[in-house]
């Protein structure tokens, strides 16, 4: 990629970054919250290395990627000082090892398997490793997620594994035909992290409810949602 092409997605990146985060201090306060109580997290697929320190050196703080592969060949560009980085896409049992240690936190975990190989590559290491549950909070059978009605049930069993620390909930919900519909996915969502944090049981956190993207951010802050993940709205759309 060219530099005058570098130089212009990060002026992209600033006038984006700025919006944004006006937008959801503005959504924060209309639910009765500081704009601090939520994070930006950017989603950062397919965006190059060089756009992605920029954004990290104008103040981005939070980071996530989605395929291995790609985060993998990245890492050792990246600067990782000031910036957390999560995992937040599909993980399979077999690329654990890889993520392990090179993230703070897992977000889609949804299956027993997934949590113990992620709680196993964790002590090897002799660290602990965040995790959100991730929820079909549209009962969709063509997306990941714990069923609404087992969560309790799934928290329960995976944490005892050591290694593992449960911080909270995330969810994709279904594709919205108008923000009403999105408002309640994402007010369903945020009853379920009241839910579980009031139970208060060990090694349950629930400090995290990461719902919203570049599409519907500012129903899920207004909904509760204390991070989202929003990628082309910051970045422009992916090619």
């Known amino acids: 990629m060219t530099e005058s092409l570098l130089n212009e997605k990060c002026v992209n990146f600033d006038e984006n970054f700025k919006r944004i985060n006006e937008e959801m201090a503005a959504a924060a306060l209309r639910s009765g919250r500081e704009p601090s109580d939520v994070t930006l997290l950017a989603a950062t697929k397919t965006v190059e290395p060089e756009v992605i320190n920029h954004a990290i050196q104008g103040g981005l703080r939070a980071m996530g990627e989605n395929r291995v592969q790609e985060y993998l060949s990245k890492y050792d560009a990246l600067i990782k000082e000031n910036c957390i980085r999560h995992f937040i896409g599909r993980l399979q049992s077999n690329k654990v090892k890889y993520i392990v240690s090179k993230v703070s936190c897992v977000q889609s975990v949804d299956s027993v398997k997934l949590a113990l190989e992620i709680a196993k ?119």
Request: aromatic residues 8%; charged residues 25%.
């Open 121 to 239: 590559a964790s002590r090897k290491r002799e660290i602990v490793t965040d995790i959100l549950v991730e929820v079909n909070v549209g009962s969709e059978k063509s997306k990941g997620g714990i069923e609404p009605g087992n969560l309790y049930e799934f928290i329960d069993e995976i944490r005892v594994f050591s290694g593992i620390c449960i911080k909270g909930l995330m969810c994709i919900p279904p594709i919205a035909a108008n923000p009403a519909e999105s408002c309640r996915s994402f007010s369903k969502m945020h009853q379920y992290y009241v839910d579980m944090r009031s139970k208060k049981i060990d090694n349950i956190y629930m400090d995290t409810l990461s719902m919203g993207m570049s599409d519907d951010y500012i129903q899920a802050v207004e909904q509760g949602s204390t991070m989202v993940r929003i990628g082309s709205a910051l970045f422009g759309r992916r090619v």
